[in-house]
């Protein structure tokens, strides 16, 4: 029972209820549940951190994680587990993002190889961005935000066993390209 509704029904109750001077309100308790702002400032960094490794960007990592925030904003009232919620917007906005890319390349229709990578980001960042989005969002998840099966199954919108599927695919092609 929400306390703004037993507040509205003691004062519909008038004076002369046995529970107007307030006791029964001040004896429910009350969950501090958190503010948009608290969930913005504990989580905003980590789902930045989470969209980076997930693009290799970190302008478009800012970019999707505000959408995402923009969405639980719109959203706050009715989410249950605002990080989650946020979690899996970030997730599934970076899996769209690589799907619009990928487009773009096929259409573009390249014919110049692309050339090697020089960037300061590393080999492994190149390997990664090589996977498919399910798999590099499943190894993102459970090796830099240590999910186990149930939390990262429910961020990709799949089964446990899906997740480890995923996770055993990911890795052989990781090793197949890292270990020669």
Known sequence: MRLRGVRERLRADGPDSEFA???????????????FVDVYR??????????YLLTGSQETAQDLVQDAFVRLHHQ????????AYVRRSVVN????????????????????APAA?????GEMFDVIGALPARE???????????????AIASTLGCRPATVRSLLHR???????????
């Open 76 to 83: 706050f009232a009715r989410v249950d587990d605002p990080r």
């Open 117 to 121: 990578s020089d960037s300061p980001r």
């Open 170 to 180: 990911g890795i052989s092609r990781l090793r197949e390209v890292i270990e020669p």
């Open 136 to 150: 590099r969002a499943a190894i993102v998840l459970r090796y830099w935000h240590d999910l186990d099966d149930g």
């Open 21 to 35: 001077d307030g006791a029964l309100v001040a004896r429910l308790p009350v969950a501090a549940a958190p503010s």
């Open 42 to 51: 504990e989580s905003q960094l980590e789902m930045v951190r989470l969209a």
């Open 93 to 112: 906005a970076c899996v769209s993002h690589h799907r619009r890319v990928s487009l773009a390349r096929r259409r573009q229709a390249l014919l110049v």
